[in-house]
């Protein structure tokens, strides 16, 4: 598994894809060698960005709370605070925090210099009517409702401090705060309801939504009263472009060759050996940001059959070889993880062992289950049934390498005697599929900052839906030990507790064969080498052109 400190991204130059796109036609970029473009910020200008992540259905995270809004939003919306690549929490439309001695309460010091791009006033009673929006069940949030489930309340004790009450004490509240699910809106935007906020929400940031048109483009103006960037920004004011033009180009091939063409100047979600291949000349910048929170990973659903049984579940993780395929389809851009964790969040524990390719093994355990019959096409059977496991893969999150590595999955469980039967679904099929349960395994991506995503994604109270119908605990996992170890872990302001209780939840989550960790949630973009001061941003690897400029 590759470690890197908390936050870590590296942005490495690449070079131009020696081969043909598009109809076997090689289009012209810039090559190694050429002069360097200048260092020094230019203004105006449209950047074109094509993104092959799924279309958002709306614009505003609060609702659902999906990838997707995350890169959008971070591009006209700020939150209360924001982290630095070391880790470290920093301020960004809250000035300074503190927390009372039981940890129960939070007072938050607002700036009172800034404004939503409609007018209103940014204040205490904004970011009130923010955590009341996230988690009103008629906003039908997820992710940024879940990260509050322990906030019962925000206080307005003076225009400028907002005082966040708890239940219990919450010791990853800044690092949730910190999301762009939980990025505040202004509350006149709010307030026109879910279907026009949807089209475009309010905020404070660099930007602001000019226009949606469905299936092609979101169109994003500068804001030029902006006074608001995050402590750890590179310059202080309005941006240096003029506009941002997002594209939504589910096509990989297509997106790269737009980028050699001129046509687009960044693209995310390369293919691994498109990658690979550009590094060996210099005419793209690469940033690597890893996502912080849980691996990519298969969760495994323990709540029915044939995974309720814990020796079907380590039967299945001895049979399938992922490692080679790893090697085979992502060029060195992925090493394998085998943690619950990303390897940028510094508490991941790993434990390889558990998921060493063993056949032998996984026979044994299957006859001992009961699975001892096989069909013609030697599928094992117990009692008259197959021993199938339905696969649901979003083809909007899985780009096609990693479904090729299901595909492969697939080939060596059927060895041991596993059906894996993969259905290839768009966004809103694949959820239907969760929601019904239709699934025995599933790779499901999942972001939040910092470990306790463990929470979220295995404490036997996220069984229960979000308003928005998801419920994160995929693999169905009700173990009482975890769930204290978790909710402990959550609550304590001591760092080694905090350490020692979330390493010895993920013992127990490895050790129950509940999921097989692949490798981290991969976040790569390519730039032309005309983009200048782009970044991802260290809270969940979304890229900011706040401080971008086109060169001439």
Known sequence: MRTAPPTARRSRTVGLLALALAGGVLLAGCQAGEAPVSDEPVAGGTLRYASGDAEPSCLDPHVGGNYPQALLASQFLESLVSRDESGEIIPWLAESWESSDDGLAWEFTLRDDVEFTDGTPFDAEAVKVNMEHLKDPATQSSTGYLALGKVDRVEVVAPDVARFVLTAPDSALLESLSQPWLAIESPAGLARGM??????????????????????????????????????????????????????????????????????????????????????????????????????????????????????????????????????????????????????????????????????????????AGWTERDDDGTRMKDGARLVLRFPVSTNQSVPAEQSLFEQVQATAKEAGFDVQISLLDLSSWYGALFAHEYEIVSAPYTKVGPDVLRILYHSDSITPAPSGYFANLAQVNDPEIDALLTAAASTSDPTERAEQYEEAQRLILGGHYLLPLYDQQNSFLLSPKVQGARALPTVSTPSFADAWLAE
């Open 195 to 368: 279907e026009e906020n949807c089209q475009a929400p309010i905020g404070t940031g660099a930007f602001v939504v000019d226009g949606w048109v469905k299936q092609e483009r979101v169109s994003l103006v500068r804001n030029d009263d902006y006074v608001s960037p995050p402590a750890d920004a590179a310059h202080e004011g309005p941006a240096h472009l003029e506009a941002i033009d997002w594209r939504f180009v589910p096509d990989a091939a297509s997106r790269y060759a737009a980028l050699q063409g001129g046509q687009v100047d960044v693209i995310d979600n390369p293919q691994p050996d498109t990658i690979a291949a550009a590094d060996e000349s210099g005419a793209f910048e690469w940033i690597d940001a890893p996502r912080p929170g849980a691996s990519n990973r298969i969760e495994l659903n323990s709540s029915q059959a044939p995974f309720d049984d814990e020796r079907v579940r380590e039967a299945f993780l001895a049979a399938v070889d992922v490692n080679d395929g790893i090697d085979a389809l992502y060029f060195g851009t992925a090493g394998r993880s085998y943690s619950a964790l990303s390897s940028v969040e510094a508490l991941a524990y790993s434990e390889p062992e558990l998921f060493a390719t063993d056949l032998d093994r996984a026979n044994e355990l299957l006859d001992e």
